[in-house]
């Protein structure tokens, strides 16, 4: 059995471990109501595009822009959206683990398939395995969030016209709620055309666009596909602290029951450390009456 200074040392290290897992928890669940809030704010922005890129598409046609160009599966390009530091769960292994399913599946027939990494854990997951990694950046933050999406949207984009890729997907967490994010991977491109919605086909309506249907198309679409790395980015970002504070959150519940299992086992220890001492108390003043 350890000894009583063991105990102690170790009960004191639980506590410290804890303290600082909650305070992580406490950090992790104010900025996840941050996230949660730019995420919220984004999402009927997102929406609208969809419809107006959507009703555009359908009346000028998929052959009137070149994002909507499809071509055989030959070269695919995959954005990785991961986290830059861990402690959050399986939020960046889910990630990871998708994406090799996805290329080991669904990419099985293309010849390349290569990688744009945000976020460290991803860099170094896929590094260690020589996957193709074209370029990487740091997560970003609710601050730099669109700045990153912009810089990413202009890469791949400027790649798939090119023809260095056929199609590009996005690999990322999508928030549900705090105890909840699933793994999405969406095809950004070429561009799939949404469907616009309400009871009249977009083709039928009577709308007058000025400039024209193809020059809309020219600075929607690819601002569509921006958006839609934001709106990938902001999930990413909330579903993070939402992982990390639910980790933390156990963590802390652990650390807690393993104090009160320690302090159990110290009290047995003292006391097994008592009753010795009180049996050998006894046992010299028996010797020393005989």
Do not use: W
């Amino acid at each position: 059995m350890p000894s009583l200074k063991a105990i102690r040392t170790r009960i004191t290290s639980v506590k410290n471990t804890r303290k600082i897992t909650k305070a992580m928890q406490l950090v992790s669940t104010a900025k996840l109501k941050r996230a949660q809030g730019a995420l919220i704010a984004a999402r009927p922005y997102t929406q609208a595009i969809t419809e107006v890129v959507g009703q555009l598409s359908a009346v000028a046609g998929t052959d009137s822009h070149p994002l909507f160009e499809e071509r055989p599966l030959v070269k695919a390009g995959i954005v990785v959206m991961t986290s830059d530091r861990g402690q959050a769960g399986a939020f960046n292994a889910n990630v990871t683990k998708a994406v090799e399913r996805y290329a080991a599946n669904e990419l099985s027939g293309a010849q390349e398939v290569s990688l744009r990494i945000i976020g460290r854990k991803g860099n170094q997951y896929f590094s260690r395995r020589r996957a193709t990694i074209t370029s990487f950046d740091g997560m970003p933050n609710g601050l730099t969030a669109l700045d990153s999406a912009r810089e990413t949207a202009n890469r791949v984009i400027a790649d798939f016209k090119d023809g260095k890729v056929d199609r590009v997907f996005v690999v990322y967490n999508e928030f549900k709620n705090a105890g909840t994010q699933s793994v999405q991977v969406k095809q950004i491109l070429p561009v799939v055309t949404p469907k616009a919605s309400g009871d009249a086909p977009a083709e039928s309506a009577d709308y007058v666009y000025e400039p024209s249907k193809e020059d809309l198309l020219d600075r929607l679409v690819p601002l569509y596909v921006q958006i839609m790395l934001y709106r990938a980015a902001l999930e990413s970002i909330t579903s993070f602290f939402a992982a990390q504070m639910t980790a933390m959150q156990n963590a802390t519940k652990n650390a807690g029951d393993m104090i009160a299992a320690l302090t159990l086992q110290f009290n047995r220890a003292r006391q097994a450390s008592i009753t010795k001492e009180l049996a050998e108390i006894v046992g010299g003043a028996e010797a020393l009456k005989g």
